[in-house]
């Protein structure tokens, strides 16, 4: 390192105190188990995040958000800028990847119990975020003014409208008018490039801040043998490196063979066409509103539904609070089962929204 | 009388005379309802009747009085029962051509309908005596009648050939007549019935639009081409103009139907033209005379451009399906392959050099498209060298960082 490198470094340890900071990450440890592999779920989700946030910069330089320019911005992306398919391949891929991994994050922070006390908040934090990010999904799928993505942001609102009291009010809102329109695309990409990724932005600085801070979890199970730890620098964060070299090799050879399509434009007039379905992490949902009873004890079946996913969310973000004897560090076997049937229903109705066309 | 006792009597009254209203005797309903077979069969016809649903009764048509109980009472005095075959359309024309009538139900229809009958082959054979020939009911139906706008109407577009079919495709009921019973199994094979059949497209021709409705009759073979015409403006026009039109009227051919049917018509082909198999030229045009060359000519240019145009869709479906974004050169292609179907509509006006002129348009537009499929292709081929070449650089990075941690945890941990 010559004297005019050290020099600068000296400038910058001073004023950011870098030096403190690198010792303090020296210091930092992470436990090491048979199920740390869980752990790089978050990294990576983060990782992809950052993904997101890069490419979606750089697609705002060329999207126009009107219903007359919207797809033929996403063709000019695509097919004129240089590189246009890549990002925005990249930004469509990453997006459902990240909803995957965060899937995945989610449910393994469930099964190791990593949830229970101090770390009650950083389970909320995490929940939290995993709603931005479909809300974040579901905005972003409109944009493109593609006919999929038209009538399945139809269907969503549709089900949105569904919802008691609230429903109608919540539709007009969402809409920005009674149909979907120019409206709804400026509603829809206000919230995906500004509301969405700034909430989003805060929620991660509080859920990385606890995570720091409380550290990561030990599960129940093995509380009875001796701990093992890694130092979080450079141990994990090498590790973490590595999961994200991986994934993206996986991203770069699915935008390269299988680059994300545009479908055709949107046409309000046209009949929605056969086997329309959401996106896929809803299809979950979708698929149990088709298959419920129209009626169920005189209650509306749709309406049922739909208030039933709003209380499970519910009873899914105050999990910490309920799970009374993982809080006092005791394996609590009935929400491992819980968790088992949840992840099998949701696994289950997502094949069948794709295996049985008419369900 | 208290205001209680006033309101109950005159309830009491009220569902009186609404029961009394309800119960209004129908002698025809009540006496054809008990009784069997076509006598009963009215009754229940009658319900999805287009005249019943409109307010009108069976003493509209056969006179009478339902009112009355007594079967000869209510058969007296205006009752003219069922009409004769041959008397059926001047009874249904008691009101089908009365505009001041008809206008009270139905403004749009036509009241025209009996004058046209009688122009028609069917009635001008009844005219003569003949009552086996179609009269209203034949078409219509006679009490389960539904107007030609409801998908199960006799009428309707795609019920129309079985319609006609049930006489004409009736080799036994048909003999005296001596004309052909296949048009409607001919009809089926058409491109007419695929397009009305399958894709249920109202548009398509089904036999009134070529033989008309109530004044139907086979077309002359003067006539022929301009039944086409109504829907195909483009190749009959210039047909007039082609030196086979004083041809084929000094000839006596018919236009259109003389090269591509008349029932059975199919899709035209590429295989019509010129003087290979399936070719309709050499039918008429021996080899080496000037109308064989012209016709050699055309295809030869047709199937060229056809070529190129297939050649250059699949360049670009090559190119698409490595995922190479190319909807602009699809959508110019599609341009190119109207200018095929312009360069196919002039062989109907012997114009060789107009479908080489549209062929030599096409030509110079598939330059820029088999450029940009190309161009495509080669993008394609980048992509994955770039990905090959990022993916090495990206393995070799995850080894290092694999080994690496391998090292870590070979070395000594810190103490929890």
Redesign the interface.
């Known amino acids: 390192m010559g004297p005019k490198t050290a020099g600068l470094l000296a400038f910058f340890d001073e004023r950011f105190k870098i030096g403190a900071l690198l010792k303090l990450a020296g210091k930092k ?1 992470v436990p090491e188990h048979r199920h740390a592999f869980w752990y790089f779920f978050g990294g990576i989700a983060l990782f992809l995040t950052v993904l997101q946030i890069a490419t979606g910069i750089l697609l705002l330089l060329y999207y126009v958000p009107t219903v007359d320019a919207a797809h033929e911005s996403i ?1 000019f992306i ?2 004129q800028v240089k590189f246009g ?1 890549l990002i925005r391949s990249v930004h469509s891929w990453t997006a459902n990847i990240l909803i995957g991994v965060l899937f995945v994050h989610m449910f393994s922070t469930f099964f190791l119990k990593a949830y229970r006390r101090p770390r009650e908040l950083t389970w909320v934090s995490g929940f939290l975020l995993f709603v931005l990010f479909l809300a974040l999904g579901f905005s972003g799928y409109l944009l493109p003014w593609s006919e999929l993505s038209f009538f399945a942001t139809r269907v969503g609102t549709n089900i949105a409208g569904g919802f008691p009291v609230i429903g109608p009010a919540l539709k007009q809102f969402i809409l920005g008018g009674p149909t979907i329109g120019q409206s709804t695309l400026t509603r829809f990409f206000w919230l995906h490039v500004a509301v969405l990724p700034l909430a989003a932005l805060a929620l991660i600085g509080i859920h990385v801040l606890l995570v720091q801070i409380l550290g990561m979890s030990r599960p129940v199970s093995l509380a009875d043998r ?6 979080f620098f ?2 994990f964060i ?2 973490d ?2 999961g994200w ?2 994934i ?2 996986l991203i ?2 699915l935008c ?4 994300w399509e ?1 479908g055709r434009k949107a046409d309000p007039f046209a009949s929605t066409p056969v086997g329309i379905k959401p996106e896929w992490y809803f299809t979950f949902m979708f698929s149990t509103l088709k298959i419920i009873p129209s009626h169920v004890l005189s209650i509306e079946g749709e309406t049922l539904a739909i208030l039933g996913f709003f209380a499970g969310g519910l009873l899914w973000l105050l999990v910490p609070f309920l799970d009374r004897r993982a809080a006092r560090e005791k394996p609590s076997p009935s929400f491992t089962v819980i968790g088992i049937i949840l992840s099998l229903y949701i696994a289950v109705m997502t094949v069948l929204t794709y295996t049985v066309p008419r369900l | 009388m208290t205001a209680r006792a006033k309101f109950a009597g005159a309830l009491v009254l009220g569902l009186i005379f609404t029961g009394a209203a309800r119960a209004q005797p129908n002698s025809c309903l009540e006496c054809h309802g008990a009784l069997e077979g076509g006598l009963q069969a009215p009754v229940e016809l009658f319900k999805q009747d287009i005249h019943g649903q409109i307010g009108l009764g069976c003493q509209d048509c056969h006179g009478g009085d339902p009112a009355r109980e007594d079967a000869e009472l209510a058969m007296a005095g205006t009752f003219v029962g069922a009409p004769k075959r041959a008397g059926i359309p001047v009874f249904c024309a008691r009101c089908h051509s009365d505009p001041a009538y008809m206008k009270a139900y139905d403004p749009t229809l036509r009241v025209d309908q009996l004058e046209l009958y009688r122009t028609s082959r069917h009635g001008r054979l009844l005219g003569q005596g003949d009552t086996k020939v179609a009269v209203c009911t034949d078409c219509h139906g006679a009490h389960g009648i539904q107007p030609a706008k409801y998908p199960k109407a006799r009428t309707f577009p795609w019920n129309i050939p079985e319609t006609c079919g049930r006489c004409h495709a009736d080799a036994e009921y048909m003999k005296p007549y001596g004309i052909p019973t296949d048009q409607l199994e001919a009809y089926r094979k058409s491109v007419h019935a695929r397009a009305l059949f399958d894709r249920k497209d109202m548009s398509a021709p089904a036999c009134n639009s070529c033989h008309g409705n109530h004044g139907a009759a086979p077309p002359s073979i003067t006539s022929i081409a301009f039944v086409c015409r109504q829907c195909h403006p483009s190749p009959g026009q210039l047909f007039s103009k082609s030196p086979h039109k004083s041809a084929f009227d000094e000839l006596g051919f018919s236009e259109c139907e003389a090269c591509h049917g008349n029932h059975e018509i199919h899709a035209p082909t590429d295989a019509m033209l010129g003087t290979g198999e399936g070719a309709v030229c050499v039918e008429c045009h021996e080899p080496g005379s000037r109308g064989y060359q012209v016709a050699a000519g055309m295809k030869e240019v047709i199937t060229g451009f056809d070529s190129e145009i297939r050649a250059a869709g699949a360049l670009l479906d090559e190119a698409a399906g490595k995922g190479v974004e190319v909807s602009e050169p699809v959508y110019r292609l599609h341009d190119v392959s109207t200018l095929l179907v312009s360069a196919r509509d002039l062989t109907h006006g012997l114009d060789p050099a107009g479908v080489e002129a549209k062929a030599a348009e096409g030509r110079a537009q598939l330059v820029e498209i088999r450029a940009a499929g190309r161009a495509a292709l080669r993008e394609a081929t980048w992509r994955r060298t770039g990905l090959a070449v990022a993916t090495l650089f990206l393995i070799l990075f995850a080894l290092a960082f694999y080994l690496r941690i391998r090292d870590l945890r070979r070395g000594p941990r810190p103490p929890s």
Request: aromatic fraction near 10%.
């Open positions: 440890t063709v695509m097919s398919w001796p701990a093992r730890d890694i130092p450079p141990d090498y590790k490196v590595l070299t991986l993206l090799i770069g050879i390269v063979f299988l680059p545009i």
